[in-house]
């Protein structure tokens, strides 16, 4: 069973780079079948697709974020990795990796989440 697990700094200051980290256990995150997204939901608010990065390394962003957004990967630690720039308060939110099956085309494993507050 695959196991994604989010890291990082539950508080950011306004204005700084939000960085987070998911580490896949089990799987490679380059196994051709998969890619792999950062989902965030802030409180109170639906889902909200942020990117992903697919097998090769390839990435696609949300077009609403593809300015302040970075996804890249780790492939030696098996990690994928976020940044958005410049955060501000309504960045707050829950933040999920989230593997992508690419056959379906749907999310099938998703980490537990982590809590970022951007204070100001």
């Known amino acids: 069973q695959e196991q994604l697990q989010e890291s990082g700094p539950g508080l950011v200051k306004s204005s700084q780079t939000l960085s987070l980290a998911c580490t896949v256990s089990s799987g490679s995150i380059t196994d051709t079948n998969y890619a792999w997204s950062w989902i965030r939901q802030p409180r109170g608010k639906g889902l909200e697709w942020m990117g992903v990065?697919?097998?090769?390394?390839?990435?696609d962003y949300n077009p609403s974020l593809k300015s302040r957004t970075l996804i890249f990967r780790d492939t030696a630690k098996n990690q994928i990795s976020l940044q958005l720039r410049s955060a501000t308060h309504d960045d707050t939110a829950a933040y999920y990796c989230?593997?992508?099956?690419?056959?379906?085309?749907?999310?099938?494993?998703w980490g537990k989440g982590t809590l970022v507050t951007v204070s100001s």
């Open positions: 990065i697919d097998y090769d390394g390839t990435s």
């Open positions: 989230v593997r992508v099956n690419k056959r379906s085309l749907a999310g099938d494993y």
